[in-house]
């Protein structure tokens, strides 16, 4: 068998542990042909693969990005990948594709395989919102470095009597803000799920202060938004792939504290920080076993599904049922996280 291997939308910790299995799965175990596809569906279109045996991903297993880089497709690109679907199969000589990726890139596989790719999908995103698995490797690494930061913010935050503003991504679910406040102990956490007040935020520091708290941190998802006419906050603008461009959420609740509160309140930006560098033991693990499932899928010809954790058990799971809806937070995990302020 010869098999593809991709990666596409944002980069994550674990997307080199996938790769790696998925070759040493394939290759040790059944002779298999592995090839690369460099930069996502932009390298399927252009036809830029490399070869890639058991010495291409020796030392990689630790090591965050990917080593095939990624990018995100234009809607008109893909459009033209289903249309020459037939085509990449005749001109790769691909018996199976393994696009690893988030949700924008598991709903391209599943048009590639509606098109009639033999396509086995992995799920990527440390946003960990893709519907049908209970967790994605990446988001435990996110986390932990949203909450290291947190716990550095909370020192100089008590020094200098400060409120500070963490925000983390999380475009549409809250999970990492969500966890990584939790774990931090933050004060405050603001969720795309929910809108909220900052006259309640304002209300919380400012009786933190009268019991002699002289500091307060609140972590605020990228996609979180205030109740309206409770602040001053617009929508951004629709990119080219789809996505909304945040307007910078920690950097307006930060003044708006300050206007309210006469208190110095900083924004911290994470961002991609939260992408990098290496990957938690845990992410090493999901990230190996979805790479391996998903070479046993392809050999059963199981193709228009995708990879998913149920429990401790990896399953395979329709890809339409895994773009259907994004996993956001529910209320229940919400009104445990405020119990805890």
């Not at 098999?3 to 542990?17: E, F, H, Q």
């Not at 037939?86 to 590639?112: K, Q, V, Y």
């Not at 992408?275 to 193709?303: C, I, K, M, N, S």
């Amino acid at each position: 068998m010869r098999i593809g291997v991709l990666t596409a939308g944002g980069d994550c910790p674990g997307l080199n542990a996938v790769i790696r299995s998925v070759v040493h799965r394939a290759v040790d175990n059944y002779g298999d042909e592995v090839i690369g596809f460099e930069d996502g569906y932009a390298g399927l279109l252009d036809g830029r693969y490399r070869s890639l045996d058991l010495n291409a991903v020796s030392g990689i297993l630790a090591r965050g990005g990917t080593i095939l880089g990624s990018s995100r497709l234009e809607r008109d690109r893909l459009r033209e990948a289903c249309a020459n679907a037939s085509d990449m199969i005749h001109e790769f000589g691909i018996d199976a594709l393994i696009p690893i990726g988030g949700e924008g890139t598991l709903t391209a596989a599943r048009m590639l395989s509606d098109a009639g790719l033999p396509v086995v999908g992995v799920p990527k995103t440390i946003d960990n919102d893709i519907s049908s698995t209970d967790r994605t490797f990446g988001f435990d690494t996110a986390v932990g470095v949203a909450t290291e930061a947190m716990d550095r913010l909370k020192t100089t935050a008590e020094s200098h009597q400060r409120v500070m503003v963490v925000e983390v991504m999380g475009r549409h679910a809250g999970w990492i803000a969500l966890e990584s406040g939790m774990a931090a102990g933050a004060h405050g956490i603001c969720l795309p799920e929910r809108p909220f007040d900052p006259a309640d935020l304002a209300t919380m520091v400012e009786e933190r202060f009268a019991r002699g708290k002289k500091f307060a941190v609140v972590c605020v998802a990228e996609g979180a938004h205030p109740a309206e006419g409770s602040m001053d906050y617009g929508k951004g603008e629709i990119d080219q792939f789809g996505h909304e461009r945040f307007l910078g959420i920690g950097t307006a609740l930060a003044h708006e504290l300050e206007r309210r509160l006469g208190k110095e309140a900083k924004p911290v930006i994470l961002g991609h920080v939260q992408r990098g560098g290496t990957p938690t033991a845990y992410d090493r693990v999901l990230a190996t076993r979805f790479g391996w499932h998903a070479v046993e899928a392809a050999h059963q010809g199981q193709f228009g599904k995708m990879t998913a954790l149920r429990g401790t058990e990896i399953v395979m799971v329709p890809l339409a049922e895994a773009v259907t809806e994004l996993k956001t937070v529910p209320k229940d995990r919400m009104d445990e996280a405020e119990s805890v302020f």
